[in-house]
């Protein structure tokens, strides 16, 4: 029998914050990189950082979705019931075409825990902290800003569909932020 706890709708219950602000520099994925031999994991890696995916999403990739004219992807089925179409980079083109191409099937075959064993790993390994694959979706939806690219570009790129989420998931610099207003003064 389960434990019943009322509900009282003039009491306003705590919220719990577990927002992350944590930011991977490209020396501590290249350090991470440099100690992961699964050329697969390595892929997901760079496809993370490139497109912002989730990691669920990135191992779901079929290659019947990938648009090798257009550069892009399309994510059939995703956190938020929505279909998208992910622009790829140029990157991410030359990190997938290192894989062996077929024309159906999964791109990868690891299971999503071992990507995130072996990211863990690799961070241990390598002394970088308070690091989770999870927090390249982070780091790289900051770079689509910092890009130049606007918040409804953004939005269309990683599937967030209000500005309050893509807001947690985004961690501008402020000092890069100092030199381009910086810039625009002069």
Known sequence: ???????FPQVKYPTVSNSRH?????????????????PEILVIIDLAIQT?????????????????TNNTLLIPETKTGQPR??????KAVTSLRQLEIKDLGLVFSVKADSVSQA???????TDIDDLRFHD???EA???LFE??????????????KDLKMLNRYTHLNAERLGEKLKNLQE
């Open 1 to 7: 029998m389960g434990i019943y706890l009322p509900y």
């Open 22 to 38: 944590r930011r991977a520099s490209n020396a501590e994925i290249n350090m991470i990189k440099e100690n992961i031999s699964n």
């Open 52 to 68: 912002a995916m989730r990691r669920g999403e990135i191992l779901n990739i079929q290659w019947q979705h990938i648009s090798w």
């Open 85 to 90: 179409k992910v622009p790829l980079t140029a």
């Open 119 to 125: 990211f863990k790993r690799a961070c241990v390994t």
């Open 136 to 138: 390249l979706r982070h």
């Open 141 to 143: 939806t900051t770079r």
């Open 147 to 160: 890009l130049g690219l606007n918040v409804i570009e953004v939005g269309a790129i990683t599937g967030h």
